[in-house]
T-cell receptor, first 114, second 111 residues
């Protein structure tokens, strides 16, 4: 158990819809990262937040947005969904208040767009 | 883009040591080498990281060359459960450095 919790584990929705994926980081971690992994593809970095502020952006579509709340949990919002958005979405958290800065990943949300 | 180069796949016999190479010739002085693995659609799992000294933990050993341009992850006694995609990543220790995954090495442990 990495200590990072993602909900829901599975999500099936129709094209054109909007969904929200939630990530609860490890206790004390202030940095949250989001990744997308399509079938048999690599992990694509989407966006990173640190202490509520956006810190880095990857290949995140304009239809996607994210935010981090004061309690450090984060949400990834996906709108106007397309079939190609079907993928595993992972979040990770890490802390920068101690020496070890490795990121810990959740088990992912599997999104299926039909 | 990923800053590392890894072979796409490797085989290793069960019980033998698995040695996974990684090239990171453009690594900067403030960048660490991290290794993660992903077992079939699970969340990536942290294995080990290092700056310039060799490191060992309960999972693996990390050997970094003196010029820091390459490294090797060693799984001392590979088991079938070590079958996974292994990712070598370089990143600086600061709150703004995103973690970029390359294609990794798909390690097959053969019974």
């Amino acid at each position: 158990d990495s200590g990072v919790t993602q909900t829901p584990k599975h999500l099936i929705t129709a094209t054109g819809q909007r969904v929200t994926l939630r990530c609860s980081p490890r206790s004390g971690d202030l940095s949250v990262y989001w990744y997308q992994q399509s079938l048999d593809q690599g992990l694509q970095f989407l966006i990173q937040y640190y202490n509520g502020e956006e810190r880095a952006k990857g290949n995140i579509l304009e239809r996607f947005s994210a935010q981090q709340f004061p309690d450090s949990h984060s949400e990834l919002n996906l709108s106007s969904l397309e079939l190609g958005d079907s993928a595993l979405y992972f979040c990770a958290s890490s802390g920068f208040t101690r020496i070890d800065t490795e990121a810990f990943f959740g088990q992912g949300t599997r999104l299926t767009v039909v | 883009d990923a800053k590392t180069t890894q072979p796409p796949s490797m085989d290793c016999a069960e019980g033998r040591a698995a040695n996974l190479p990684c090239n990171h010739s453009t690594i900067s002085g403030n960048e660490y080498v991290y290794w993660y693995r992903q077992i079939h659609s699970q969340g990536p799992q942290y294995i080990i990281h290092g700056l310039k000294n060799n490191e060992t933990n309960e999972m693996a050993s990390l050997i970094i060359t003196e010029d820091r341009k390459s490294s090797t992850l060693i799984l001392p006694h590979a088991t079938l459960r070590d079958t996974a995609v292994y990712y070598c990543i370089v990143r600086a220790w600061n709150r703004d450095d995103k973690i970029i995954f390359g294609k990794g090495t798909r390690l097959h442990i053969l019974p």
